[in-house]
């Protein structure tokens, strides 16, 4: 196998692995295939992937058919196709490959067995519902079946977070700017929702955590695992405060004496420094609760900032 990688040649050794052997073999003949009917065969019996295809073929109906009928595409694969699959007519409402999609999204053993975040099946419902490409001029018709299979396996991937069993205290953005800007280009899936998918997510899996809502004053958020992501979000709007100071959380649990190993802040890009800098602020904390915490600022948006000391393991800035 590795000689066929770097020589492209096939060497068939006294002791051999037929079934590796015969596969690539097959996605050889794949790539020479002039017709549909030999394409579908080699996917079907072989079990060859969506990225073995060559790409003039994933425009035909029947062949996105054999390569969902496999009843083997990785779920990750599986959502990131769902509006190709749409635009060539595999995915119709009352279709076969309709009902095997809602059947695999409603599987939580396959999606226990997937581990896919639950943000990445949010931005595959975001998009998928929009009915048009981010980065292209696609369109197609969303499946409401699927759009709502998508929103039940959102919540059904909760289980594919492993929670850490610290003690957590959020920070949220509930700043305006929140509602603006998209995350990885995806229309409508803006800094607020993410940070709400996010606290669902805390809440559904970590048994000690505190919510807060923050700009320049530090509010209590109350986010139960058992709301939905709309309600979560709608908490987080329209909130009246002021610029967004980062050290809150933390100037916040040291006056209220909580005790936390993780600070956790989801903002936008705004970041803008207080009276006290957060890296004061989560030195103080420490110093005075004996506590090694640590903090971590997620800035859903590109731009450039810095919080962490980089001179503190405990502390990070993650941007995007």
Excluded at 66 to 86: Q, S, V
Aim: net charge negative.
């Amino acid at each position: 196998i590795y000689k066929w990688v770097v020589d492209g040649e096939i060497v068939e050794p006294e002791q051999w692995d037929e079934a590796a052997l015969r596969f690539i073999e097959a996605f050889i003949e794949l790539q020479a295939a002039t017709d549909e009917a030999t394409v579908i065969r080699l996917i079907t019996n072989h079990g060859l992937p969506r990225e073995a295809v060559p790409t003039q073929w994933l425009t035909k109906s029947a062949v996105w058919e054999a390569l969902l009928g496999n009843g083997d595409m990785p779920m990750t694969a599986m959502i990131r196709n769902l509006a190709t699959m749409t635009r060539v007519g595999v995915l119709a409402p009352l279709s076969d490959g309709c009902r095997r999609v809602i059947a695999e999204l409603s599987d939580a053993e396959r999606l226990r067995h997937s581990r896919v975040h639950p943000i990445a099946i949010l931005a595959a419902l975001t998009t998928y519902a929009q009915g048009h490409g981010v980065r292209s001029d696609a369109t197609w018709q969303p499946v409401q079946q699927i759009v709502d299979a998508l929103d039940s396996a959102f919540y059904g991937a909760f289980i594919n977070v492993t929670p850490t069993g610290k003690r957590l205290l959020l920070g949220v953005d509930v700043s305006g700017s929140m509602g603006a800007g998209d995350i990885a280009g995806i229309t409508g899936l803006a800094p607020r929702v993410a940070a709400a998918a996010m606290c669902l997510v805390t809440a559904a899996t970590e048994p000690n955590h505190v919510i807060m809502g923050f700009q320049d004053k530090f509010v209590s958020l109350p986010i139960s695992p058992r709301q939905r992501l709309d309600d979560v979000v709608r908490l987080t709007q329209n909130l009246p405060f002021g610029r967004t100071d980062c050290a809150l959380p933390m100037l916040w649990a040291l006056e209220n004496k909580v005790p936390v190993d993780g600070f956790v802040i989801y903002t936008d890009n705004e970041t803008w420094v207080g009276t006290v800098h957060p890296i004061t602020a989560l030195q103080q904390y420490r110093q005075r609760q004996g506590l090694d915490s640590r903090s971590v600022v997620e800035a859903f948006t590109a731009t450039g900032f810095t919080i962490a000391d980089p001179d503190d393991a405990g502390m990070l800035d993650v941007v995007g």
